[in-house]
């Protein structure tokens, strides 16, 4: 069964830092990635997906990044913002198994002013 | 498009009574996933649908627990009876053949 680890859980950076979040996967037979992020009390926003095929997806200040045979993403945030803070999550959808997704346990972002 | 429309978005209700909620895919998305999230457990997959069948309930906590899809813009999760360890958030999600996944914002159950 897929695994997907997400390190650190929690993460606090002053505002205008760079900053990366990892994202591991056991099983590199992956269909696709797909970041999200989750506000308090809020549903989980899509924010970028990588197809097996691709090695990065980038939209505005985030970048995704996938490599398969390490079973690893990085999502880079860049120049952060207390608008930011939220937890992030990954999933992944493993070749088999049709449509599940399997997910993170997240990692709490907070940007401080 | 107004993205994935879940209600209600709180219920509060007694051990014993029925609860149902309900979602709304976006419009041309053929798959629809139940999944349920809680602070112990994190998210978990309940149910999903592909083209209005059900595929996979292998997450379907017990027999308490039924989901369908009549249409393809309409699906219920049912809890019958419900019980306090129920008490968690419910998300419905769809997706296209991108296999993006959209979510919903959630019910919020309350089982007393």
């Known amino acids: 069964k897929q695994e997907v680890t997400q390190i650190p859980a929690a993460l606090s950076v002053p505002e205008g830092e760079n900053l990366v979040l990892n994202c591991s996967f056991t099983d590199s037979a992956i269909y696709n990635l797909q970041w999200f992020r989750q506000d308090p009390g809020k549903g989980l926003t899509s924010l970028l997906l990588?197809?097996?095929?691709?090695r990065e997806q980038t939209s505005g200040r985030l970048n995704a990044s996938l490599d398969k045979s390490s079973g690893r993403s990085t999502l880079y945030i860049a120049a952060s913002q207390p608008g930011d803070s939220a937890t992030y999550l990954c999933a992944v959808r493993s070749e088999t198994g049709a449509n599940n997704l399997f997910f993170g346990t997240g990692t709490r972002l907070t940007v401080i002013p | 498009d107004a993205g994935v429309i879940q209600s209600p978005r709180h219920e509060v209700t007694e051990m014993g009574q029925e609860v149902t909620l309900r979602c709304k895919p976006i419009s041309g998305h053929n798959s629809l996933f139940w999944y349920r999230q809680t602070m112990m457990r994190g998210l978990e997959l309940l149910i999903y649908f592909n083209n209005n069948v059900p595929i996979d309930d292998s997450g379907m906590p017990e027999d308490r627990f039924s989901a369908k899809m009549p249409n393809a813009s309409f699906s219920t999760l049912k809890i019958q009876p419900s019980e306090p360890r129920d008490s968690a958030v419910y998300f419905c999600?769809?997706?296209?053949?991108?296999?993006?996944?959209?979510f919903g914002e959630g019910s919020r159950l309350t089982v007393l």
């Open positions: 990588i197809q097996s095929s691709q």
């Open positions: 999600a769809s997706s296209s053949y991108t296999g993006e996944l959209f």
